[in-house]
């Protein structure tokens, strides 16, 4: 098992709020963790960062779960929830950030901020027409009493005027100057903690040795950094991802940073192609190489490769990258897939080999529902124009004729040698004898009702001879 200096494990760490649609950013910061861990025998932790509670909702907190499954990645620990690990909650620990809350303001790092909201936004305005920094001006920091009529509204640290250092594995040294923030509110009251307190109390008691996570938060960061210093925690290492950009390099459109990953899913994504597009979101792999498995990406991933420059979202390539999981992907799953689709849309089930339907059509889709709709003959014969039947400029009458040799020879065929190479034997002898236009021509669209479509052969093996029989029967009856 890999170790850090010093003999540690590694242990990362994803801590969403469910205050929203897990959605593309959210699920690459998960895996880039996942597959750290992974790659170095570490532990991947799950914690559900709700303390917000207004805007926390269990429908969100559900869709965490259920995309982080939909994309394989499991985590190591929690509460023993009906045998398995469930998430750390931070409503649940709520009696632990107290404890430290009450450290810091006995240790003199924190103290009661009576300014209401009105005051600060009166002094915030205040700073900047004067062009100076908008932070809180420490107002409240040396009181000894309350004033009189007024209540706590935060508790602040005092945040000391230093140059505040952190190592980022993919930005290196990054350093900011603490005299710009000002005393940096730390909770509402005791028992409301705020995110950047409650994070670093999190972090120091699961052993978090890594935190992978947005280039948002690097603001976030030194701040954390003076709470650690402050409790005296250990130092973490730190790795900011690049914000995932529009291809024009600005911000990404609400259509794709807001869309849930089980839109997706819908639209016939696989979890498979998404991993794989999303590990691109930023790293490169040492060579060429950009369709990986699952195990392929772990054992490749190295978080050093990861970029500084922003990663751009191109929904192009994440086309390709799913048909080309489609080519690979296990024909029993997508066999189920395409069965449950044509039952659900046409409301029967169908008597046909969905693994040679999958064979057949999965270079010619991009998306599972893609691949349905490029197979969708086989349940549903489309209405077509007999003139569709015409090979070049053949008459009429000869169309019929060569789809009535074709009839023939597919009802001479005995039921017990219907397979493919009986059904090439039979028809490239018809073929031979007729033209290979005027036979297979005719037969394509009598047997899909499409100009262009897979070959015949393989159409015909997977209809039958009784449906194959039935539709060259229509497509007979439509030429005048």
């Known amino acids: 098992m890999a170790k850090e200096p010093g003999n540690k494990e590694i242990r990362v760490r994803f801590a969403p709020s469910p205050t929203g649609l897990f959605h593309l950013g959210s699920g690459r910061t998960a895996l880039f963790n996942w597959v750290y861990a992974r790659k170095l025998g570490g532990k991947f932790i799950l914690r ?78 205040a700073m900047i027409s004067q062009g100076l920094p908008a932070k809180y001006s420490g107002h409240c920091r040396n009181l000894t009493e309350a004033p009189a009529g007024k209540t706590p509204q935060l508790i602040r640290f005092k945040t ?149 420059a922003g990663a751009i979202f191109n929904e192009d390539k994440l086309l390709w990258i799913n048909g080309e999981h489609i080519k690979i992907a296990n024909p029993q799953k997508i066999s189920e897939f395409i069965k449950n689709k044509s039952r659900e849309i046409h409301g029967k089930d ?46 009429p009458e000869s169309i019929k004729d060569k789809l009535s040799l074709s009839r023939e020879a597919i009802l001479a065929i005995p039921d017990g040698s219907w397979g493919y190479e009986k059904i090439s034997e039979v028809i490239n002898l018809l073929a031979e004898r007729h033209g290979k236009g005027q036979i297979f021509s005719p037969l394509r669209v009598a047997l899909t009702g499409l100009k262009a479509s897979p070959e015949p052969i393989a159409v015909l093996e997977i209809l039958k001879k009784d449906e194959s029989v039935r539709r060259i029967d229509i497509a007979i009856n439509k030429i005048p």
């Open 48 to 125: 559900i960062e709700d303390t917000d509670r207004e805007r926390s909702k269990p429908e969100f907190e559900k869709g965490i779960y259920e995309s982080l499954r939909w994309m394989g990645l499991d985590w190591d620990e929690g509460p023993d929830v009906g045998g398995e690990f469930g998430p750390y909650r931070q409503t649940e620990r709520l009696h632990i950030y107290r404890e430290y809350l009450e450290k810091l303001i006995k240790e003199n790092w924190a103290y009661y901020c009576y300014c209401t909201k009105e005051e600060l936004e009166e002094e915030r305005e």
């Open 350 to 395: 169908f008597d046909l080999d969905f693994a040679k339907i999958f064979e057949l059509g999965k270079g010619r889709a991009k998306t599972l529902n893609e691949l349905v709709d490029v197979s969708g003959f086989f349940f549903d014969l489309p209405d077509y124009q007999w003139g569709l039947l015409t090979w070049k400029e053949e008459a």
């Open 160 to 308: 000391p005027e230093m140059r505040v250092e952190f190592k980022d594995i993919i930005r290196g040294n990054v350093s900011f100057d603490s005299s710009l923030f000002g005393d940096i509110p730390l909770a509402k009251d005791l028992d409301t903690p705020l995110y950047n307190f409650a994070v670093v109390v999190d972090d120091e008691l699961m052993h978090i040795t890594h935190v992978i996570r947005g280039e948002d938060h690097v603001s976030n960061t030194p701040k954390q950094v003076l709470f650690q210093k402050a409790l005296g925690f250990k130092e973490l290492t730190y790795a900011h991802l690049p914000l995932i950009l529009a291809a024009d390099r600005s911000k990404l459109s609400k259509r794709y940073a807001e869309t849930s990953l089980f839109e997706y899913e819908k639209q016939g994504y696989l979890s498979e192609a998404m991993v794989n597009f999303l590990i691109l979101l930023g790293w490169h792999p040492k060579n060429d190489k950009e369709i990986f498995t699952i195990p392929e990406l772990v054992e490749a991933f190295e978080l050093e490769r990861v970029q500084k």
